[in-house]
């Protein structure tokens, strides 16, 4: 669908403000598809959210310090018990269910839910961890919004890494929701649900952060 230049009050665009012309080539919020989505995902972050564009704050150095940390320590753990699969990180578009793709920041994939084609993208992951940035708007993406999405997605576990409170949620999938499998603040050690004996330390993840 293309937007009407004459419905919008700003076209053509003035000196300074956004290339409103731009949104003539896109969907509406509300109706945009995954290939509309995939035309745009270059060097923005950005999810697609039952139909809507969202916008995603960059990584900071502490983000990407504690993604580091956290899919080294998993990738370790794989490859020692010899498991297969993928540990990877974002950016890599990850479609859930129709309407809505997700870029977790580190996630794993068994062996049997890697794409057969290896330019695809995954559609079943089985464990997903996300690290909060700043901000109320972030902090509702990650415990409320993707909560709800990764479970929908049957997605098997999902952590939620906290640096503003030193916390790890570790939640695993039972039926069609979460339950909270440990709550780890400094000088605990979180473990997963999936991987009975993956553990990390809290004060390991954020120490370089």
């Given amino acids: 669908m293309i937007v009407d230049p004459n419905m919008h009050p700003r076209i053509p665009s003035q000196l300074g403000e956004p290339a409103w012309e731009v ?19 270059t060097n ?15 990584p900071t150095w502490r983000h990407q310090c504690i993604v580091k940390q956290i899919s080294l320590a998993l990738q370790a753990y794989i490859t020692e ?7 990877l990180f974002a950016p890599l578009p990850s479609p859930l269910f ?30 997903v961890m996300e690290i909060v940035s700043e901000g109320s708007e972030a902090r509702k993406r990650d415990y409320v919004d993707k909560r709800l999405d990764y479970a929908r997605a049957g997605i098997t576990e999902y952590w939620i890494v906290d640096p503003e409170f030193t916390r790890i949620t570790v939640l695993s999938l039972e039926g069609n929701d979460y339950r909270v499998h ?21 004060d390991d993840v954020f120490k370089l952060s």
């Fill in 23 to 41: 949104t003539q080539f896109f969907p509406p919020q509300g109706q945009w598809r995954e290939s509309d989505f995939l035309r745009i995902h």
């Fill in 81 to 87: 018990r010899q498991l297969g699969g993928e540990v």
């Fill in 44 to 58: 923005k972050m950005a999810e697609l959210v039952n139909g809507r564009l969202e916008i995603l704050p960059m």
């Fill in 98 to 127: 129709p309407g809505t793709i997700r870029e977790p920041d580190i996630l794993y994939v068994r062996p049997e839910n890697i794409p057969s084609d290896i330019v695809d993208y995954p559609d079943q992951l089985d464990l």
């Fill in 182 to 202: 440990c709550e780890c603040n400094a000088g605990d050690t979180a473990h997963s649900a999936m991987f009975a004996d993956f553990t990390i330390a809290v």
